[in-house]
């Protein structure tokens, strides 16, 4: 059976046949391509278990768009890690593995998410091993990236309806100890030194520009440009493709994700995800899937009162419950007619928006109805909105789109302001999810599940554990990137 959004169209990056090799430059056990954080935890894992690895890395150094993330990583199950057993939470792994099948969507990966779900405290203490450090400590509410060290946050959609309906809420976010910085960085830079330390042959502005393969399609290396020459790698045991998603290469976004169209120019990226992994794996017959998958999100918050206003779209209807996760809420915001999306909100939560969400005031009135009247809406459009919100609000509840009771409030506090959340105008910033069909062991895979035999994949490279943008939690790539990237690593240099 085929499977959704799957690709295997001919690319420009052919395979260079193994019969036309001149001779191999590197002779190596395992080849990764991209020293990321999947690519970096391929290459430990393999080297740990003794084999001879060579990193090919087409910057000028280490780190790849994972040292850019905020660096929060998700952990869960078990019982709990000790930063939320310290602050009073105990995450059940059950629970652990309904709210990732959720977050998942329709076409989530049961044995992947099982897997993780039930390593996921193994994976922190090897985390931990490498010299990752993470403070036991606790920040409630909803947050970003605080930057002073701290630990614990709610990055997802946990205590938010529908996901708090099916899992019991915990927060699963981890950053490592990084005051003042990203953790992302933190993160890559502790991994890198581990890799130096494992004495692994690391080359940089080296860029890979096809796969090695014999008449079976069968991989048996890598094309390098490195000093504007092309050198060949040779890989006993496997390439692990680790390079990235394509969020920088127009021609791909505008095949397969035509969203990423109507979004500002704002993809996350240090500037080489260009999908010319995802199109070495193609080049053998490998299946991509769900390349339609863009993460995108919205900060609404900061400031956290925000959450207690209302998000509606230019008919001036909700359409989604506003204590989601960001990412969340900004799909919802793709899905409306239109391009208007505006929050409203009351003089009692009003606060500046930050500047970097570039959400602006749209207009302050005195009443729901001038408010609606200077947007520009259909007399009533909202109005019968705000009215209905705030009768069940100042009760409790939501029955309409079920916002925890803590989030509630009614807006009956003039002015009122509607604040501009325009998709193509605010920060919507963006990467993809899809990429190469994988076993969660980092086989690369055709459309028919049979493996490429000598090629893995890890990271954006593949689509992994987060697939659904819809579902999406703050930690889930860089958990996938590094917990898979092991995998893969250990995969590869077991072949015999």
Same mark, same amino acid.
Request: hydrophobic fraction near 40%; charged fraction near 20%; proline fraction near 5%.
């Given at each position: 059976m085929t499977r959704p959004n799957s690709s295997s169209q001919p690319h420009p990056l052919a395979p260079h046949p193994l019969a036309k090799v001149p001779g191999w430059d590197f002779d190596l056990d395992i080849i990764v391509v991209g020293f990321g954080a999947a690519g970096a935890s391929a290459a430990i894992e393999a080297a740990t278990i003794g084999a001879r690895v060579g990193l090919f890395e087409v910057a000028s150094g280490s780190g790849g768009t994972s040292a850019l993330a905020g660096g929060y990583i998700y952990f869960g199950g078990g019982g709990g890690t000790p930063a939320q057993r310290d602050n009073g939470f105990v995450d059940a792994t059950e629970d652990f593995y309904r709210y990732m099948m959720m977050a998942g969507g329709p076409d989530a990966d049961e044995a992947r998410v099982r897997l993780y779900a039930e390593q996921a405290l193994d994976h922190y203490r090897w985390l931990e091993g490498q010299g990752v450090s993470f403070r036991n400590t606790y920040v409630p509410g909803k947050q970003e990236t605080p930057r002073t060290g701290d630990c614990l946050i709610w990055s997802g959609n946990e205590d938010a309806w529908p996901f708090n309906q099916e899992a019991k809420p915990c927060p699963r976010g981890h950053l490592p100890e990084a005051p003042g910085e990203l953790g992302g960085k933190r993160l890559l830079d502790t991994l890198a030194r581990r890799v130096q330390d494992l004495g692994i042959e690391i080359h940089f502005d080296a860029r890979a520009t096809a796969l090695v393969a014999d008449e079976a399609? $069968?991989?048996?290396?890598?094309?390098?440009?490195?000093?504007?020459?092309?050198?060949? !790698?040779?890989?006993?045991?496997?390439?692990?493709?680790?390079?990235?998603?394509?969020? +920088?290469?127009?021609?791909?976004?505008? $095949?397969?994700?035509?969203? #990423?169209?109507? *979004?500002?120019?704002?993809?996350?990226?240090?500037?080489?995800?260009?999908?010319?992994?995802?199109?070495?794996?193609?080049?053998?017959?490998?299946a991509a899937i769900h390349m339609d998958e863009l993460f995108t999100t919205l900060p609404i918050y900061p400031p956290e009162s925000h959450v207690k206003g209302i998000l509606v779209n230019e008919r001036g209807q909700r359409f989604v419950n506003e204590d989601a996760y960001p990412g969340r809420v900004s799909v919802y915001c793709t899905r409306q007619t239109g391009d208007r999306i505006f929050l409203l909100v009351d003089d009692g939560i009003f606060e500046q928006p930050s500047e970097l969400s570039r959400i602006t005031v749209a207009a302050v009135e005195e009443s729901w109805a001038d408010l609606e009247q200077a947007l520009g809406m259909v007399e009533g459009a909202?109005?019968?909105?705000?009215?209905?919100?705030?009768?069940?609000? !100042?009760?409790?509840?939501?029955? *309409?789109?079920?916002?925890?009771?803590?989030? +509630?409030?009614?807006?009956?506090?003039?002015?009122? #302001?509607?604040?501009?959340?325009?998709?193509?105008?605010?920060?919507?910033?963006?990467?993809? +999810?899809?990429?190469?069909?994988?076993?969660?062991?980092?086989?690369? *895979?055709? #459309?028919?599940?049979?493996?490429?035999?000598?090629?893995? !994949?890890?990271?954006?490279?593949?689509?992994?554990?987060?697939?659904?943008?819809?579902?999406?939690?703050?930690?889930?790539? *860089?958990?996938?990137?590094?917990?898979?990237? $092991?995998?893969?690593?250990?995969?590869? #240099?077991?072949?015999?």
């Open positions: 399609q $069968r991989v048996h290396g890598v094309v390098v440009q490195i000093d504007g020459q092309p050198r060949f !790698a040779r890989a006993g045991k496997g390439v692990i493709l680790c390079a990235g998603g394509f969020v +920088l290469n127009d021609e791909m976004l505008q $095949r397969y994700a035509p969203l #990423a169209a109507r *979004l500002a120019t704002d993809s996350l990226s240090a500037g080489h995800d260009d999908g010319s992994g995802i199109c070495m794996g193609l080049s053998v017959g490998a909202f109005v019968e909105t705000v009215e209905t919100y705030n009768r069940h609000a !100042a009760k409790g509840e939501d029955p *309409l789109f079920h916002k925890t009771a803590k989030w +509630l409030k009614p807006l009956d506090e003039p002015p009122f #302001a509607a604040l501009a959340c325009h998709v193509g105008q605010a920060f919507y910033p963006f990467f993809t +999810l899809g990429g190469l069909s994988t076993r969660p062991t980092g086989e690369v *895979l055709t #459309a028919n599940d049979e493996v490429v035999v000598g090629l893995y !994949a890890a990271g954006r490279n593949c689509c992994g554990l987060p697939r659904s943008a819809e579902g999406y939690s703050s930690g889930m790539s *860089l958990a996938d990137c590094t917990y898979f990237g $092991r995998l893969a690593g250990r995969s590869a #240099a077991a072949l015999e």
